[in-house]
C-alpha cells in the first residue's frame, strides 16, 4: 500500500529551548508543515470542508481537538494541540496531522464514528513516522480504529476518497456505503466503523497493542 505523502526538506537547527514549533525557521514552524499535511490529506481521502476558514495552530489545556472560537454555526476552525508539544517537533505533527484529518468534515465534539478517528489516527502515525521518527498509538480505542482503517485503505487506497464525492462527512458514511467500496470485507468490520466513537466496541477488551 503507498499513501501519497509529499517531501518537506527539512534542516537542522539547534535545539535551543527558543526554537519552539511557531519560530520561524524553515522545517520547524508548524504551521508551515500544516499545508503539506493537509495536502497529502486532501489528495489521499479528497477535499476538506471550505465553508470553514481555518484560524490557526493553538496551544491548548485540553486533549488535541479542532475547536470554534465563535462558535460552529459561524465556521471559524482552529487546532488546538498540548502544551507539551511547543518544543516537541514529532508530537505537534502528529498531532495536528490527526486533528487536521478532522477539517475534512468539522463536527462537533462526540459527533465522529470509529472510521473518522481511525483515519485520522492512521494517517497521523503514517506521516509522522515516514517524516519526524517512530511514534507509538498509546491508546488502545485509537489503535483499533487505526487497525480497521488500515484494512480498508490497504483493500482499496481511492475508496475513501470515492465515497466522499457522494458523502463528504466522514461520520455520515454507512456500512452500506462501505459495502460498495470494499465488497470483500465483512460487514462487522463496516458496522464497527460506522459506530460512534464514543460507544465501547463489544470485542474492544480482545484488542492488544
Not at 491548548?60 to 470554534?68: G, T
Request: hydrophobic content about 40%; charged content about 20%; aromatic content about 12%.
Amino acid at each position: 500500500m503507498y499513501i501519497c505523502i509529499s517531501v518537506i526538506f527539512l534542516i537542522k537547527t539547534s535545539m535551543d529551548i527558543r526554537n519552539n514549533i511557531f519560530t520561524d525557521i524553515p522545517g520547524r514552524n508548524i504551521n508551515n508543515i500544516f499545508t503539506d499535511i493537509m495536502q497529502a490529506i486532501e489528495i489521499n481521502f479528497g477535499p476538506k470542508d471550505y465553508t470553514f476558514r481555518f484560524c490557526g495552530i493553538i496551544l491548548s489545556d485540553e486533549a488535541p481537538n479542532i475547536y470554534f472560537p465563535s462558535g460552529f454555526s459561524k465556521k471559524d476552525i482552529q487546532i488546538r494541540i498540548t502544551h507539551n508539544c511547543e518544543y516537541n517537533l514529532k508530537h505537534a505533527v502528529y498531532q495536528v496531522a490527526h486533528e487536521a484529518v478532522h477539517l475534512l468534515s468539522p463536527g462537533l465534539k462526540g459527533t465522529s464514528t470509529y472510521l473518522e478517528e481511525g483515519l485520522a489516527t492512521f494517517f497521523a502515525h503514517l506521516y509522522t513516522n515516514k517524516k519526524y521518527g517512530e511514534i507509538h498509538i498509546g491508546d488502545k480505542k485509537y489503535a483499533l480504529a487505526a487497525d480497521m482503517a488500515k484494512t480498508l485503505l490497504v483493500n482499496n487506497i481511492s475508496g475513501i476518497k470515492q465515497m466522499r464525492e457522494k458523502e463528504p462527512n466522514l461520520s455520515q458514511i454507512t456500512s452500506q456505503m462501505l459495502v460498495e467500496y470494499y465488497p470483500s470485507l465483512p460487514i462487522e468490520l463496516f458496522e464497527a466503523l460506522t459506530t460512534n466513537f464514543q460507544e465501547k466496541l463489544p470485542f474492544m477488551d480482545l484488542y492488544y497493542i
